[in-house]
């Protein structure tokens, strides 16, 4: 064989890799209609969960939110309707009270897209959390989203004809890798992961499509809240993802969603993050699918040396407190 003809054959080896991977990506590539759809949003009276309602609304679909307090919902009403001309439908109910959860559900009509996304976090090391607080943090954002799920699922199964449905659910790069501070909240939202890959499974067969997203540092009214007390360390481990605009999250979340991709990073350094913590994780796309698995070690080394920055950083800083 000539040395030309061995080398027209190096190209064949990526390229029959890329067509077995559009062969077998399961589930199939699909896309969310977000226009004339009821979307349900969990936590949409502040922050992300807000700024996905003025998306959905002025995308034109029609669109629930709720939350606990009735006057951030109120208040969240009207800046939509200010700034969309959209009247939509607001939920007071506490996601840890199934039974509220499913009177407001029912209330609502059948939902097509549903997106879990409320969530409460308060950066603290164990120790110094109250058994109170690592217990509330888990039922609000995992507990809770069963509630949701369980509550809308029967409805939105018996959807016929109405096109394919979505359930969203609101993580965090927290909820992709442990961090310093936040052993409940990693763990509330780690638990998502198993809760959307199960459901996923559980629920193709009705055509609807499990998304989750996982954002970096936020802008929202909750994560200024949550600044007054963090970790230092905390915040300089988040700080290697930087920080985003609620509103910029709301746009990537979104457009995740309609692409009907199962995982969403929100950023680049969050895009670095989904190829490392990939595992068993569904795959729609084979263009993705293939940088998984050409990327698997070469991440693997980026993710060590994450850590080894990690690790500096905590020694650094426990050495001068201790002083
Ligand atoms: N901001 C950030 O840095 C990041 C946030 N996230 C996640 O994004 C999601 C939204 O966060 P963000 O917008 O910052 O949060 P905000 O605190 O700004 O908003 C949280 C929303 O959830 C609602 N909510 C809280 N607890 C409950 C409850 N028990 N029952 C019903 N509704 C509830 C709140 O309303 P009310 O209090 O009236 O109930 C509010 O509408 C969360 O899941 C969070 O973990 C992920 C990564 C980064
Ligand atoms: C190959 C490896 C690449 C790794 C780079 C990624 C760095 C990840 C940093 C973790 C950030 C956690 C932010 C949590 C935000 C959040 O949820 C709180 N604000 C509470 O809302």
């Not at 590539?29 to 969990?42: A, E, G, L």
């Not at 939110?65 to 009207?78: D, N, Y």
């Not at 409805?155 to 359930?167: A, D, F, L, Q, V």
Request: net charge positive; proline share 5%.
């Amino acid at each position: 064989m000539s040395p030309s003809f061995l080398l027209l054959l190096i190209p064949i080896i990526p390229l029959s890799l890329l067509a077995i991977l559009s062969l077998i990506v399961r589930p199939k590539p699909i896309r969310i209609p977000i226009k004339s759809r009821h979307v349900f949003i969990t936590g949409g009276s502040s922050g992300i969960g807000l700024a996905l309602a003025h998306r959905a609304a002025s995308e034109g679909a029609r669109v629930s939110i709720l939350a606990r307090s009735p006057q951030k919902l109120e208040e969240a009403k009207q800046s939509i309707k200010l700034a969309t001309g959209v009247e939509v439908a607001i939920f007071s109910a506490d996601v840890r009270d199934y039974d509220a959860v499913s009177k407001a559900v029912e209330e609502s009509g059948p939902i097509d897209v549903l997106i879990v996304n409320q969530g409460v976090f308060t950066a603290r090391e164990l120790e110094k959390h109250s058994v109170e607080d690592v217990r509330f943090t888990i039922e609000v954002n995992l507990v809770g989203s069963f509630n949701v799920i369980k509550a809308a699922l029967p409805r939105m199964k018996g959807r016929e004809g109405r096109g394919p449905g979505s359930i969203s659910l609101v993580s965090s790069q927290a909820g992709q890798v442990g961090v310093y501070g936040y052993a409940a909240y990693s763990a509330s939202k780690f638990g998502l992961q198993g809760l959307a890959q199960s459901l996923q499974q559980e629920v193709v067969a009705d055509d609807i499509h499990v998304t989750l997203v996982f954002p970096p540092d936020t802008d929202t009214p909750g994560f200024e809240e949550e600044q007054k007390s963090r970790p230092e360390v905390t915040a300089i481990i988040a700080a290697s993802s930087g920080s985003m605009k609620t509103e910029e999250v709301a746009r990537r979340a979104m457009n995740g969603i309609k692409a009907g991709k199962f995982t969403v990073s929100c950023n680049f350094e969050g895009f670095l993050l989904s190829l490392a913590t990939t595992g068993m994780s569904p795959q729609r796309s084979f263009w993705l699918a293939f940088l998984e698995v050409i990327t698997a070690g070469p991440i693997r080394l980026v993710a060590l040396f994450f850590q080894w920055d990690w690790y500096n950083a905590i020694e650094k800083w426990s050495k001068t407190k201790n002083k």
